[in-house]
């Protein structure tokens, strides 16, 4: 019974489960790419910390920044995405009367931004602060160190919880469905209406989520696993060091 | 007599309620090689920090090449002209050997890339590093990495180069390596300033000791004035102490 039913649901709305599966997926991937971009920046300019080289002007502008910065990630953080999704969404539709789908990105983006921006944060303070002074005492400014040296290392030990939002957002997009995008909860809702075969329905939709996060954090350990075997030992194998030359022995045999 | 390189007058520096430099005065010539030793906590590397402004004093006047550094327009052009090698190395983990020569060329001397490497290669070729110039920088041993860091800052074309304890990371078997590379600069006539605890070194290849002591300078002269006739106590008991362990 509740099998046939099942397969009888995947027959007749197997398109529709597609077309939601495409439009969480879409959602989901270009919501943490933003989200990832906007997080690099405002979770960057937050670690940047100046010192008295820096213009009073900067420190303004820096102090400034650190307080919108701060309103930021805790307003997003700290209100359920879907309250957000709607809340902007009518906010906004009459001054740029936009479409559900770019809404929905534009807030799962900003959403996921402030999540980032903390994941970056403190990815940077993992960063040995040493590097940063030597970067500075070759005349690196604070802006070209952050970028050259301490946001590419930022990124690598951040890239875990990087990932991890990704799986989040392939889920929490669900709650999206409140402004009637066609993912794959909206989908799945609209099936069971129909249907009324609610069981069954969300059981396949539960089922779709599961492989969804599971391949995706097949992918992401595979690159995990790839960018920290680059840490190759690419030293020319036999050959030995030329300079032996001890500057102490040489000294005692006076 | 042409005027000094560094010459610094009176400085201070407080963290908080601690008064690390308590005034020092001090001055290097073109071309000399300037050993800075004493006890740990005696403001060695403070001192050496204000001179590329990674601290900055709380009184005091520094010149440098001539212009009052305290008050510049430019920090990272001065900065790039005084090379600097710490304890710890700092390298750049996310780039290989030869990348960390050319990456800050590129960034703050503005040079072509093929410029940068030429440059790069010849520097690293000078400090024996050359055939590692593609290996990862954290597979490589403490000396080397040392080595690294001294091309790195070399391709720069420093004016002035400050050493912290460059050697004092390294396992004994490394100490050589470096110092030879350091000895050949002070031949070649680079003005260095460095800190150490390699008395032997310190007496072989400076051409003046500095004793620095609890924030001050005790005493500076000759290698073979200081380590043979020291005027101060303090300065005999710590080099006597220093010798012999
Ligand atoms: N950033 C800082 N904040 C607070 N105190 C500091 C800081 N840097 C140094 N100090 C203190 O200043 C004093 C002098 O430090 P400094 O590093 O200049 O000594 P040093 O002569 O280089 O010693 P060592 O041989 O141990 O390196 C020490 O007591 C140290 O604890
Ligand atoms: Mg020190």
């Given at each position: 019974m509740f099998i046939s039913n099942c397969i009888d649901?995947?027959?007749?709305?197997?398109?529709?489960?597609?077309?939601?599966?495409?439009?969480?997926?879409?959602?989901?991937?270009?919501?943490?790419?933003?989200?990832?971009?906007?997080?690099?920046?405002?979770?960057?300019?937050?670690?940047?910390?100046?010192?008295f080289t820096a213009s009073p002007a900067s420190h303004f502008l820096k102090g400034f920044f650190d307080v919108i910065a701060n309103i930021y990630i805790t307003v997003f953080r700290g209100t359920p995405m879907m309250v957000q999704?709607?809340?902007?969404?009518?906010?906004?539709?009459?001054?740029?009367?936009?479409?559900?789908?770019?809404?929905?990105?534009?807030?799962?983006?900003?959403?996921?931004?402030?999540?980032?921006?903390?994941?970056?944060?403190?990815?940077?303070?993992?960063?040995?602060?040493?590097?940063?002074?030597?970067?500075?005492s070759l005349g690196m400014s604070n802006s070209q160190t952050m970028f050259s040296v301490v946001i590419p290392q930022a990124i690598k030990n951040a890239f875990p919880a990087i990932g991890n939002e990704f799986i989040v957002n392939i889920k929490d997009s669900s709650v999206l469905?409140?402004?009637?995008?066609?993912?794959?909860?909206?989908?799945?809702?609209?099936?069971?209406?129909s249907t009324f075969h609610f069981t069954e329905t969300y059981f396949i939709e539960a089922l779709i989520y599961l492989i969804l996060t599971s391949i995706a954090s097949l992918i992401l350990n595979t690159i995990e696993k790839r960018m920290n075997t680059t840490v190759r030992l690419s030293l020319p194998s036999s050959e030995t060091d030329n300079i032996t030359v001890n500057y102490l022995s040489k000294k005692e045999e006076k | 007599m042409s005027e000094p390189i560094v010459e610094i007058k009176d400085i201070h520096k407080h963290y908080g309620s601690l008064e690390v430099l308590k005034g020092v005065d001090f001055s290097v010539n073109e071309g000399e090689v300037?050993?800075?030793v004493g006890r740990s906590g005696s403001g060695k590397s403070t001192l050496l920090r204000c001179i590329n402004l990674l601290e900055k004093p709380d009184g005091g006047i520094i010149k440098v090449f001539g212009q009052d550094i305290l008050h510049i327009k430019n920090i990272n052009s001065y900065r790039a002209q005084v090379g600097m090698c710490f304890q710890q190395f700092n390298l750049f983990n996310n780039m290989n050997v030869l990348e960390n020569c050319v990456k800050p060329q590129l960034k703050v001397l503005k040079i072509s890339k093929a410029e940068a490497?030429?440059?790069?290669?010849?520097?690293?070729?000078?400090?024996?590093?050359?055939?590692?110039?593609?290996?990862?920088?954290?597979t490589i041993s403490g000396g080397q990495k040392q080595r690294v860091a001294i091309a790195r800052a070399l391709c720069m074309n420093p004016k002035l180069m400050l050493f912290d304890e460059p050697t004092s990371a390294l396992d004994p078997e490394m100490v050589g390596e470096v110092l030879t590379i350091m000895k050949e600069l002070?031949?070649?006539?680079?003005?260095?300033?460095?800190?150490?605890?390699?008395?032997?070194?310190?007496?072989?290849?400076?051409?003046?000791?500095?004793?620095?002591?609890?924030?001050?300078?005790?005493?500076?002269?000759?290698?073979?004035?200081l380590f043979n006739n020291p005027e101060s106590e303090r300065t005999a008991a710590f080099l006597k102490a220093s010798i012999n362990k």
């Open positions: 649901i995947l027959n007749k709305y197997g398109s529709s489960l597609m077309l939601g599966v495409r439009t969480t997926l879409v959602v989901a991937l270009t919501g943490t790419v933003l989200g990832l971009l906007l997080g690099l920046f405002v979770g960057g300019f937050r670690a940047v910390k100046l010192d999704a709607v809340f902007i969404y009518y906010a906004l539709l009459d001054i740029i009367h936009w479409d559900k789908l770019p809404a929905a990105i534009f807030v799962i983006s900003i959403n996921t931004g402030a999540y980032m921006a903390e994941i970056i944060r403190s990815g940077i303070q993992a960063v040995d602060p040493g590097q940063t002074e030597a970067a500075r469905m409140i402004i009637s995008i066609t993912e794959l909860m909206f989908q799945a809702k609209s099936i069971a209406g | 300037i050993c800075l490497t030429e440059k790069a290669l010849k520097f690293l070729d000078k400090v024996g590093m050359k055939k590692f110039a593609s290996a990862d920088v954290r002070a031949n070649e006539g680079l003005t260095m300033i460095i800190v150490t605890h390699e008395m032997n070194f310190a007496r072989d290849v400076s051409d003046r000791v500095v004793f620095m002591d609890q924030g001050r300078i005790e005493e500076e002269g000759t290698p073979k004035k």
